[in-house]
């Protein structure tokens, strides 16, 4: 498999997306947060591009005027904002950061590296927004211009910035025994800080076995929506089961009876005193409905209802004693069920973790409704 790590991360984030935009190939216009990041990206290539004199502020501010694209913003104000906080990023990367004072190696430096071996071999791709020469080693650095900066454990795990070493150490092999003066980096454009970490051998060997166990999910061919936050700026909601059902006027299917259903459910789960009978009809026929368009969430006028399975697990008791006997934890668990292994797992190695997972199987599936009245 070809893959990029943005790929695994929507992968990640949402099942179904990376389903949409990497298999299916569905189209979507660019958000105004990515055309925003974008061109912020492309300023700071124009101001760390070697050249005898490095850009001065203003003519980076006439760089970014330059590139920046108002018709992705629905009105004048949110256009003016966002290009107001553009220039202050710029101007504040300058007053704490001198372009002259760094020995830049590459921007946007593209790599395409191996990981696996034998059949199970797979090729990662991507592009290193700045690779610099530091007095010590050397400093791999990507921006961000989210509006939310994560802990230092966050960086010190990034499984982006594990992949960006090894390309790195693809491109200089000899760097492997100056592992330690290697530094990777998060910049935080927005918050002016960076936020910056080492790896060792064995945390790239981590790091490469996660993108593997990834990649194997992505392979048994199940995608499912998952419902985030990032959900607000997917181009996707008209044909996510998730989502789709909010579409109704223009897909012009809906029936009086089946909007009817929907608001008489919503306004029965909340009551206090619910009638249990008209509820299990009323559900019946929003299940049947669902399975008919293909929807996992149906929106009224009351509020949205959002279909789920529960799932409840069972281990193998013989596989966990297995497990568990050689690192002195089988006495720990009075009963084999999730509770009581939930307690143990944080202590375990990473390994104990994952066999434990492998021996969890689903015991019974059952569809339920939830509601969110408006």
Known sequence: MRISYSALDSYQ?????????????????????????????????????????????????????????????????EERAAFSQGVKIIQDYYQKNNPANFNIVDLESRFQIEIGSGENKHIVSGIIDRIDK???????????????????????????????????????????????KLTV??????HGVKLSATRTVEQLKKSEELFLDVIAQIESGKFEPNITPLCDWCGYQNICPMWRHKFKELRKIDTAEIDSAINEYVELKSAISLTKDRLAEIQETILSYMDQEGVERVFGAQGIIARSLRKTYKYDDKKIREILEPLDKWESVLKVDGVAL????????????????????VDKETKTLAVKKK
């Not at 980096?185 to 927005?190: D, I, M, R, V």
């Not at 939930?342 to 199987?361: C, H, N, S, W, Y």
Request: glycine fraction near 2%.
């Open 185 to 190: 980096s998060l910049y935080y454009l927005k």
């Open 342 to 361: 939930k307690q143990i797992l944080g202590v375990l190695p990473f390994d104990a973790r994952t066999e434990i997972e492998k021996a969890k199987v």
């Open 13 to 77: 984030n949402c099942s179904l997306k990376y389903k949409f935009q990497n298999i299916d190939h569905i189209k979507t216009p660019k958000s105004k947060e990515a055309v925003f990041g974008t061109t912020i990206h492309d300023t700071m290539k124009f101001i760390h591009t070697p050249a005898i004199l490095s850009p001065t502020v203003d003519e980076a501010l006439e760089h970014f005027s330059n590139a920046w694209n108002p018709t992705v913003f629905e009105t004048p104000d």
């Open 134 to 180: 530091t007095e010590n080693g050397y400093e791999i650095i990507d921006y961000k211009t989210t509006k939310k900066m994560p802990s230092q454990d966050k960086v010190d795990n990034d499984l982006q910035l594990s992949v960006y070493l090894q390309a790195f150490l693809a491109r200089y092999p000899k760097e492997i025994a100056n592992i330690e």
